[in-house]
């Protein structure tokens, strides 16, 4: 079957521009988890999905980083009025269950603000 | 707070030569531990896990014992390949399901 999928791949930005980052989990997964990777360093968490409810968003960096999931499945992660600091890879992951289940990670969208 | 901690790389190894990754951890509770691996272009992939102190996790080849009493969750591998060229992270897991990373350790190995 398909594993997580992620678009755009690579997405330029100026600064100020908003922007939208898609994650398409595996079909059933029900937990889904963004994680922001920047160069050099290991992913950080960024928010946490059960379904569609957002339990956990204490990673997100500043109130423009906003994500969500309406219909537990499909997420879009939106970053508005984008900064040079903002560049990384952004990473989606998704779980089958809830608790203690095995994440599968997409390829990422690599993000860079000009 | 909790973290992890890496040893630094490139780690540069020729194949066939014996592999050690170095991994600690602090952490409040008892965690799960993990290391995914990285692939050139690709994704992160969960290599192995353990879930208790003592668990010894394994897959391809590589190995990971945790250890509760020096907080370590080293990777071994006996006879590395070309192949296994990657960046490696280790990670912790708590009472949530967010997993914390440490900042990768890079291994190349060279014919």
């Known amino acids: 079957g398909a594993g997580v999928s992620q678009s755009p791949r690579y997405k330029v930005a100026k600064r100020g521009q908003d922007v939208a980052l898609r994650c398409d989990p595996i079909s059933g997964h029900v937990s889904l988890f963004w994680y922001q990777q920047a160069l050099g360093q290991g992913p950080e968490f960024l928010t946490y999905?059960?379904?569609?409810?957002?339990?956990?968003k204490s990673g997100l960096p500043s109130d423009r980083f906003f994500a969500e999931r309406p219909e537990g499945s499909v997420s879009t992660l939106k970053i508005q009025r984008t900064q040079q600091e903002d560049s990384a890879v952004y990473l989606c992951a998704s779980s089958f269950r809830q608790v203690g289940e095995t994440q599968y990670f997409g390829p990422g969208t690599r993000l860079l603000v000009l | 707070g909790d973290s992890v901690t890496q040893m630094e790389g490139p780690v540069t190894l020729s194949e066939e030569a014996f592999l050690t990754i170095n991994c600690t951890y602090t952490a409040t509770g008892y965690p799960s531990l993990f290391w995914y691996v990285q692939y050139p272009g690709e994704g992160l992939q969960l290599l192995l896990k353990a879930t208790k102190a003592d668990d010894k996790g394994s897959n391809k080849g590589f190995e990971a014992t945790y250890r509760k009493e020096t907080t370590s969750f080293h990777l071994e591998k006996g006879s590395v390949q070309v192949s296994d060229s990657a960046v490696y992270f280790c990670?912790?897991?708590?009472?949530?399901?967010?997993?914390?990373f440490g900042t990768g350790t890079r291994l190349q190995v060279f014919p």
């Open positions: 990670a912790l897991k708590l009472f949530t399901d967010k997993l914390i």
């Open positions: 999905f059960q379904n569609e409810a957002q339990l956990d």
